[in-house]
């Protein structure tokens, strides 16, 4: 699995532990972890042990977790990924999350894009799926901005923060 990718604007490098006292903001925040399956964190330690097991799921080639950093000042302003591989059936399910200041910019769609180049013409995949909250509106927009087709509601699909959420599956094909 490679450990970085670059866009115009972006370098998405695999997470390390050190990129904590980044990322720990951006997960405290309970704007940007609205729509998380994960509670705002309130310590640093959180993001440290959220890196690690990450860490471990690369290692085991199950998943792995990119920092989005800006080419030009090598600020850390949110993560993506792949949230699960599964070779056997060529698909993976993206993920990600930005940091409130870094809204609206297009950082989303552009880093995504190379997660979906990635994902088609190196692993050789088929599908790529995304999973969302039928009001997280924004993800929405840059499914949809990135050609992703709603296949339906997955109703009381998944438990966060204590209560089931419905939950859009959106999917790309290769052939799409």
């Not at 399956?37 to 860490?55: H, K, Y």
Request: one cysteine or more.
């Amino acid at each position: 699995m490679i450990t970085e990718l670059q866009t115009e604007r972006l370098v998405l490098r695999q997470m390390r532990t050190a990129d904590s006292a980044s990322l720990f903001p951006i997960w405290s925040d309970p704007e940007v972890t609205r729509f998380m399956n994960i509670s705002s964190f309130t310590d640093e330690s959180q993001a440290v042990e959220m890196i690690e097991l990450l860490g471990k799921l690369a290692t085991e080639n199950q998943a792995i977790r990119y920092s989005i950093t800006e080419a030009e000042s090598g600020r850390i302003i949110g993560s993506c990924g792949f949230n699960a591989l599964d070779y056997d059936n060529a698909k993976t399910e993206i993920g990600y999350d930005l940091s409130r200041e870094c809204w609206g910019k297009g950082y989303v769609p552009e880093a995504l894009r190379a997660l979906i180049d990635y994902a088609f013409d190196t692993l050789g995949f088929n599908r790529i799926e995304a999973k969302v909250e039928p009001a997280n509106i924004n993800s929405i927009k840059v499914l949809q901005k990135l050609n992703f087709s709603l296949e339906g509601t997955l109703r009381q699909s998944e438990r966060s923060k204590g209560s089931f959420v419905d939950l859009c599956m959106y999917s790309r094909l290769a052939a799409d």
